[in-house]
Nanobody
Framework: QVQLVESGGGLVQPGGSLRLSCAATGSIFRVNVMGWFRQAPGKQRELVAT???????NVADSVKGRFTVSRDNAKNTVYLQMNMLKPEDTAVYYCSVRALSTDYWGQGTQVTVSS
């Protein structure tokens, strides 16, 4: 059974940084796309950033220049380095992994940006 284990969320002041991690465990093969989505209260889930196994990136305009997605293929782990955080970045962040045309989702981790 595949599980995505997320860590790194929390409360941070505007302008601060956080790093999210997500490790895919279990019988997972041929991982292709890994990345992050987020959902703020009252809003739809939206893409934050994804990275393919070839290193191709897809990054939302709202976080370009502030957030960096990366991955460790040997560990089936994806990271999201978030810098210069803003209050509008407050949301539940979900890890997503696609392997053999199947999408897996993490349980979500809360990120709150507030003074």
């Amino acid at each position: 059974q595949v599980q995505l284990v997320e860590s790194g969320g929390g409360l941070v002041q505007p302008g601060g940084s956080l790093r999210l991690s997500c490790a895919a465990t279990g019988s997972i093969f041929r991982v292709n796309v890994m990345g992050w989505f987020r959902q703020a209260p009252g809003k739809q889930r939206e893409l934050v950033a994804t990275i393919t196994n070839f290193g191709s990136l897809n990054v939302a305009d709202s976080v370009k220049g502030r957030f960096t997605v990366s991955r460790d293929n040997a560990k089936n782990t994806v990271y999201l380095q978030m810098n210069m955080l803003k209050p509008e970045d407050t949301a539940v962040y979900y890890c997503s992994v696609r392997a053999l045309s199947t999408d897996y989702w993490g349980q979500g981790t809360q990120v709150t940006v507030s003074s």
